[in-house]
């Protein structure tokens, strides 16, 4: 049964989906079989994975939210799979406000297919909404990603604060953990430095070693259709991302 991984923070900006992308990749290049699941409906993992125009895709996960037959998975590359999202998706509270317990509604999707992958990786929107509950009511691991800063910060907590509710409800999904923390666009300075330290002290068994270096070149290869490791791959940051991947598959292998 495949492992279901949600990356999420509050704020945007803070290389989220960059680093979803990064470690879905890094793993498929290893050999597991990889689902991604775009639940941002600003689409931007949807755009760097695969080479369809947004207008292209046969359905998206807005699509099958509302009527499951219409559940699409492309296969994009090698190993890799997705379920693609769109700008439509934002109406998400509004188009399913008369469907009982649509809070489930990602679980249910994604129960038939658990079995085909080795890791199913949901990307979620910068926000605490419905779509980011379904995401973690549906997920065996949760992996929070920051930039080194107040804002960001603050974002994360408030995921930590939500996670922590629907880990403590019975009905809703008390087993899925807290895998890991990963720190992105890390410049060495002294604000930076105080909260990579705070996340460290404050979650230990969460924070995922080494921080990703700032690096122009990670955020251009989403935009070339490329993997990090395609577009820069002797780069820092690249490198980092790939000791990343491989500390956080031991945590999160079934």
Same mark, same amino acid.
């Given at each position: 049964?495949?492992?279901?991984?949600?990356?999420?923070?509050?704020?945007?900006?803070?290389?989220?989906?960059?680093?979803?992308?990064?470690?879905?990749?890094?793993?498929?290049?290893?050999?597991?079989?990889?689902?991604?699941?775009?639940?941002?409906?600003?689409?931007?993992?949807?755009?760097?994975?695969? %080479?369809?125009?947004?207008?292209?895709?046969?359905?998206?996960?807005?699509?099958?939210?509302?009527?499951?037959?219409?559940?699409?998975?492309?296969?994009?590359?090698?190993?890799?799979?997705?379920? %693609?999202?769109?700008?439509?998706?934002?109406?998400? &509270?509004?188009?399913?406000?008369?469907?009982?317990? =649509?809070?489930?509604?990602?679980? @249910?999707?994604?129960? %038939?297919?658990?079995?085909?992958? @080795?890791?199913?990786?949901?990307?979620?929107?910068?926000?605490?909404?419905?779509?980011?509950?379904?995401?973690?009511?549906?997920? @065996?691991?949760?992996?929070?990603? *920051?930039?080194?800063?107040?804002? #960001?910060?603050?974002? +994360?907590? +408030?995921?930590?604060?939500?996670? #922590?509710?629907?880990?403590?409800?019975?009905?809703?999904? %008390?087993?899925? $953990?807290?895998?890991?923390?990963?720190?992105?666009?890390?410049?060495?300075?002294?604000?930076?430095? +105080?909260?990579?330290?705070?996340? $460290?002290?404050?979650?230990?068994?969460?924070?995922?070693?080494?921080?990703?270096?700032?690096?122009?070149?990670?955020?251009?290869?989403?935009?070339?259709?490329?993997?990090?490791?395609?577009? &820069?791959?002797?780069?820092?940051?690249?490198?980092?991302?790939?000791?990343?991947? $491989? =500390?956080?598959?031991?945590?999160? $292998? *079934?």
């Amino acid at each position: 049964m495949g492992q279901v991984i949600c990356f999420a923070n509050n704020k945007g900006g803070v290389g989220k989906t960059t680093t979803a992308v990064a470690i879905g990749q890094a793993w498929a290049r290893g050999g597991k079989k990889i689902l991604f699941v775009d639940l941002d409906s600003q689409a931007n993992l949807t755009t760097m994975v695969s %080479p369809l125009a947004p207008e292209d895709h046969k359905a998206t996960i807005r699509d099958a939210f509302l009527d499951r037959s219409k559940f699409n998975i492309e296969n994009v590359a090698k190993n890799v799979d997705l379920v %693609p999202s769109e700008l439509s998706l934002s109406n998400f &509270d509004r188009d399913t406000a008369s469907i009982t317990g =649509r809070e489930y509604l990602l679980v @249910d999707l994604l129960k %038939p297919v658990r079995q085909l992958y @080795d890791y199913i990786i949901i990307d979620c929107p910068p926000a605490l909404g419905l779509i980011t509950y379904n995401a973690l009511i549906a997920s @065996d691991h949760l992996v929070m990603v *920051a930039t080194p800063d107040g804002l #960001a910060y603050s974002g +994360m907590v +408030m995921v930590a604060n939500l996670y #922590a509710d629907v880990r403590s409800n019975e009905r809703l999904n %008390p087993n899925i $953990k807290l895998s890991g923390v990963v720190i992105t666009k890390y410049e060495r300075n002294k604000l930076s430095d +105080m909260y990579v330290q705070k996340v $460290k002290t404050e979650l230990p068994d969460a924070f995922v070693e080494p921080a990703i270096s700032k690096a122009t070149r990670v955020a251009q290869a989403g935009s070339f259709n490329q993997s990090i490791f395609e577009y &820069d791959p002797h780069g820092k940051a690249t490198k980092q991302y790939l000791e990343v991947a $491989k =500390r956080l598959q031991k945590r999160v $292998k *079934a």
